[in-house]
């Protein structure tokens, strides 16, 4: 049984998907973009933009009732590649010492032309 995962403390779905599903015991998530709750795009830097997309998570991972600390695999997008080093620090921070899997890759594009989209799978306590 698939469970539909929506909170109104992240970003409401901007086309025809959920913020997340969970599927026995699994929650697996949109990929989120530095978006605010009220759907207002966060300027700025990778780094900021990052730091939005993780508060998006955490937003989507608590109402799934699971957290970062849960994740087992991420998948990362850039607009570009050159910002590796600054998103990773922005990464690192939230995860600490907790290091999912993950798969990192620049893309052509991606919606509204932000500079990162981030999509996470991970355990429902």
């Known amino acids: ?11 409401a779905a901007i086309g025809p998907y959920s913020q997340g599903i969970i599927v026995n015991g699994v929650f ?4 989120q973009i530095p978006l605010t709750a009220a759907g207002d ?4 830097d990778i780094q900021a933009q ?10 989507v991972l608590a109402e799934a ?3 970062l600390d849960q994740v087992v695999k991420t998948t990362v997008f850039m607009k570009d590649m050159n910002d590796f080093v600054a ?5 690192a921070q939230h995860f600490g010492e907790h290091k999912p899997a993950r798969s990192a890759v620049e893309v052509a594009r991606l919606p509204k032309d932000v500079k990162v989209e981030i999509e996470v799978i991970a355990l429902v306590k």
Request: net charge negative; glycine share 8%.
């Open 1 to 11: 049984m698939m469970k539909v995962v929506s909170t109104t403390n992240a970003p």
């Open 28 to 31: 697996y998530s949109s990929g």
């Open 41 to 44: 795009l966060v300027e700025g």
């Open 50 to 59: 990052t730091n939005q997309v993780f508060e998006n998570l955490k937003a």
């Open 65 to 67: 009732g699971s957290s």
């Open 87 to 91: 998103m990773n620090e922005v990464y």
